[in-house]
């Protein structure tokens, strides 16, 4: 196991935390988080791109021209393909973009994520936010106090704890999660992770 501090919200040490091997010391397996975060972007695709085939362009119903005798190539409809206004070949149609990837692959891509982060320094613990009411000033001197301004950052909090969510929505470059909600893409998209000691028990007791 290893050992990381427990900061408080002042940015202080408040304690120790020992972090499951399995869950947060592992060999990240790069092609696995790879396959996961792009499962996850291809879900988010609108795939609402759409363009008119030739039957479905409006007009064309008369043929252009006779078929022989003016000297011009034979022509069956203004609207097809060939002609300016005229239906698109092979064009894009409204899909789905998402593919499957198991719930094995999902887990050790986190996995992976989360003990990449510890391998590199870039993963903290905090005890807890006394919040008594949403305070963005509270929440913004706690990213301050840990020297995370101008970084990217993502705080994973416990899925109950709407008033630190709250507080931290509009900070700018914070991304704010329940633990539920915990993904690899969202876990590896910043420059330093959070995570309360009640969302750190809650992924624990989910990946190991």
């Not at 408080?8 to 399995?22: H, N, Q, R, T, V």
């Not at 913004?140 to 106090?145: E, L, T, V, Y």
Request: hydrophobic share 40%; charged share 25%.
């Amino acid at each position: 196991m290893t050992t990381i501090e427990i900061k408080d919200a002042s940015g202080k040490k408040a304690g120790d935390a020992e972090l499951s091997a399995s869950v947060f010391g592992i060999e990240p397996n790069v092609p696995v988080m790879h396959q996961v975060v792009r499962a996850q972007r291809a879900s988010w695709r609108a795939g609402t791109s759409n363009t008119l085939t030739r039957g479905q362009v409006r007009g064309g119903g008369k043929k252009p021209w006779r078929q022989k005798g003016t000297g011009r190539a034979r022509q069956g409809s203004i609207r097809s393909p060939q002609w300016a206004g005229g239906g698109t070949v092979f064009g894009p149609h409204p899909r789905s973009y998402a593919f499957r990837v198991n719930n094995k692959e999902v887990k050790l891509a986190m996995r992976s994520a989360l003990s990449a982060k510890v391998a590199d320094g870039q993963f903290t613990v905090v005890d807890e936010f006394k919040f008594e009411k949403p305070c963005t000033k509270d929440a913004k001197a706690f990213i301050k106090a840990m020297g995370f301004e101008g970084q990217r950052t993502t705080l994973v909090i416990g899925n109950d704890d709407v008033t630190t969510w709250l507080s931290f929505r509009n900070l700018e470059k914070v991304n704010i999660l329940p633990v539920a909600e915990a993904n690899t893409y969202e876990l590896l998209d910043n420059k330093q992770l959070v995570f309360t000691a009640e969302a750190l028990k809650r992924i624990e007791e989910v990946l190991a």
